[in-house]
């Protein structure tokens, strides 16, 4: 079921239920898709749109970082950073597999937060926060469109510990021109706003004991992408 248009003519907002399958795209500037990730939503607030995946899930991939990750060789990510600066790269079907994902993001945010469950004995424990420094997301009838931005933040499940990441990519699609300088100066603005979040125990740090209990409702079978009229080779298997 799409989602529940709102608003004016001009500027429509779309609200999804909990439950609903929604789609997250990563949209490069040139109007071509990077990846997609099918979800679910497990909430949609006016602070933030809370979603969700299991192992099963379906996406879509840029083929070379697939094999970069599937293959364990990094050189293959600077591959594909220079496919996407070309404009040239090809969509490889992909399964999410091993880790639960929780998703909040709010719209205006150059950023997502995210949570990582794995199994854990007979259960699943949190095992880290990761924040995703992306574009501002912008809802469609199937999801939202965003566009990563290539820094990432780890936190530990206890956010005593922080670690950067991926700074040195970071580096080199700037140099690429795929992160723009305005781009750069709205990532400074958002790194500073999330050590912010985390200092004032603020947003999804707020209820983090709450987070670190949340499951996946086994009612939910894991989110499928829109059907597609197009064969290509089997899906690769993927895990954050």
Not at 13 to 30: D, I, K, L, W
Not at 164 to 169: A, I, R, V
Request: glycine letters at 6%; charged letters at 25%; one cysteine or more.
């Amino acid at each position: 079921m799409p989602g529940i248009p709102a608003g004016t003519e001009e500027e429509t907002v779309y609200a999804f239920e909990a439950g609903q399958t929604v789609v997250r795209r990563e949209v490069h500037r040139s109007g071509r898709v990077w990846t997609e990730h099918a979800l679910r939503v497990v909430a949609d607030t006016d602070q933030a749109l809370v979603t969700a995946c299991a192992p099963g899930a379906q996406a879509r991939w840029p083929a070379l970082y697939a094999k970069a990750r599937t293959d364990g060789d990094r050189s293959l990510r600077t591959e594909a950073f220079e496919a996407m600066a070309s404009g040239r790269w090809e969509l490889a079907a992909a399964v999410w597999q091993e880790t639960d994902l929780l998703l909040w993001k709010p719209s205006a945010a150059w950023f997502s937060i995210n949570a990582f469950f794995v199994p854990d004995g007979d259960g699943r424990r949190l095992r880290n926060w990761y924040v995703n420094f992306e574009r501002p997301a912008r809802r469609t009838g199937a999801g939202f469109d965003t566009f990563d931005l290539t820094v990432d933040l780890v936190i530990d499940a206890d956010l005593s510990t922080l670690t950067w990441k991926d700074e040195d990519e970071y580096a080199h699609v700037r140099r690429l021109g795929i992160v723009t300088d305005a781009e750069h100066r709205a990532v400074e603005l958002a790194r500073a706003q999330v050590l912010g979040l985390l200092d004032e125990r603020a947003g999804p740090f707020a209820d983090a004991d709450r987070w670190a209990s949340w499951r996946w409702d086994p009612a939910w079978p894991p989110p499928c992408l829109p059907q597609r009229e197009e064969a290509g080779p089997g899906p690769v298997a993927v895990s954050w």
